[in-house]
């Protein structure tokens, strides 16, 4: 019998997703008109860059997506606590978004905290970008690092 309350699960989400399809559909019908009378949807979500975190003893790397954007439109701050990221990808000039047909990418203003938790080598931090992405370094302090003791056999 569970399995049979299962599949009416799936009915019901699949009747859900077809109720956000339909009223999507709704809101594109009412976005502006591209070429040949079709309407396009303009992107008005916020933007949060897609970020990776990789940890391992020695260093915590951070690799943001940050395509579009410039070197000096890209600020990183650090305090004993956290990393923010933070910055803005400039939108198109008005003369060029009168030739858009359609705009998905976002742009504006972005922010992102990490909590980073452990102690960190604060003036060994470097931060490289290229090809649109964002790669922070973060050594870890010496006194968190493991260290291996040796056993030795006594007498």
Not at 25 to 50: C, L
Request: glycine fraction near 6%; proline fraction near 6%.
């Amino acid at each position: 019998m569970d399995v049979f309350r299962n599949w009416r699960s799936l009915d019901d989400l699949r009747a859900v997703q077809e109720e956000v399809n339909r009223l999507f559909e709704q809101r594109s019908s009412q976005a502006p008109q591209g070429p040949a009378g079709r309407r396009e949807h303009v992107s008005t979500r916020v933007w949060t860059p897609a970020v990776d975190v990789i940890e391992d003893e020695h260093e915590i790397v951070l690799r943001a997506d940050l395509p579009g954007m410039k070197q000096d439109d890209i600020k990183i701050e650090l305090t004993a606590e956290a990393l923010t990221l933070s910055g803005s990808r400039p939108a198109p000039d008005e003369a060029d978004r009168e030739k858009h047909v359609r705009i998905e990418r976002v742009y504006g203003p972005f922010q992102r905290s990490f909590t980073i938790g452990v102690p960190l080598q604060q003036d060994k931090v470097t931060a490289q970008y290229h090809d649109g992405v964002l790669e922070i370094h973060l050594p870890k302090a010496e006194e968190i690092k493991p260290k291996r003791v040796e056993v030795k056999v006594g007498g």
